[in-house]
């Protein structure tokens, strides 16, 4: 089980390399549209991952992150470019650490989640294992298994990592095997309904897919990353 202070490690390493793909982008690339939020440029995007820290600084963090508040985040910082956002958001960051010292690390997800979003719109595939990657995975199959209680017990399966909402991964009634990384993408709302069914070995994933779009809904086609 990852510390407290390895978390937020986590999360200054994660914040650290979009910072770096945020420079490394030509102003053209952070226009494109992210295909994993595609009503957000990557620009877009990343003012929602600055927004948020400069929200949770300031004590304004609703519990449901819904459309309203992060898309204000977004409104607010329409006229900056990528390295004005760099230069808030690092400002930030030695804050929010602090924050989550006291408060838990639960901003790691939102940079862990949304750097392969940004990856994905700038076609930079990279840290599918960095560090904090499993803590999110597993925060995310925990938020999916809540949602499971009055289902018969569904299995993820993957070739170093697996979970199940009940019992053994390999005894439940449904089980999907995919990459590690393709199962937490799955738990972010990230795959398609059929890719789920396509990692379907056992059972039927149907009665499942409304807990899979917890965060969003499903994209209509594979995304690119």
């Known amino acids: 089980m990852a510390s407290p202070s390895s978390e937020i490690d986590a999360w200054r390493a994660g914040h650290r390399r979009v910072c770096?793909?945020?420079?490394?982008?030509?102003?053209?690339?952070?226009?494109?549209?992210?295909?994993?939020?595609?009503?957000?440029?990557?620009?877009?995007?990343?003012?929602?991952?600055?927004?948020?820290?400069?929200?949770?600084?300031?004590g304004d963090e609703p519990d449901d992150h819904h459309a309203g508040w992060t898309q204000a985040q977004v409104d607010a910082r329409l006229d900056r470019s990528g390295v004005n956002l760099v230069e808030e958001w690092r400002g930030l960051a030695d804050d929010l650490a602090a924050w989550m010292a006291e408060h838990g690390t639960r901003p790691l997800n939102d940079v862990l989640v949304h750097e392969q979003d940004l990856?994905?719109?700038?076609?930079?595939?990279?840290?599918?294992?960095?560090?904090?990657?499993?803590?999110?995975?597993?925060?995310?199959?925990?938020?999916?298994?809540?949602?499971l209680a009055e289902l018969p017990p569904l299995g993820l399966v993957g070739p170093t990592w697996q979970w199940a909402s009940r019992g053994a991964a390999a005894d439940a009634d449904t089980v999907l095997e995919a990459s590690d990384f393709d199962l937490l993408r799955s738990l972010c709302s990230r795959r398609t309904a059929g890719q789920l069914r396509g990692w379907t070995t056992r059972g039927d994933v149907a009665t499942y897919l409304p807990a899979f779009a917890g965060l969003g809904d499903l994209p209509p086609r594979p995304l690119d990353e």
């Open 20 to 58: 770096d793909l945020v420079l490394q982008a030509s102003p053209a690339e952070l226009e494109r549209h992210v295909p994993a939020t595609p009503d957000w440029t990557a620009r877009d995007l990343v003012s929602h991952m600055v927004g948020l820290a400069a929200d949770v600084l300031a």
């Open 119 to 147: 990856r994905g719109a700038l076609r930079r595939a990279g840290a599918r294992d960095a560090p904090g990657v499993d803590v999110v995975r597993r925060r995310m199959a925990g938020r999916l298994g809540t949602t």
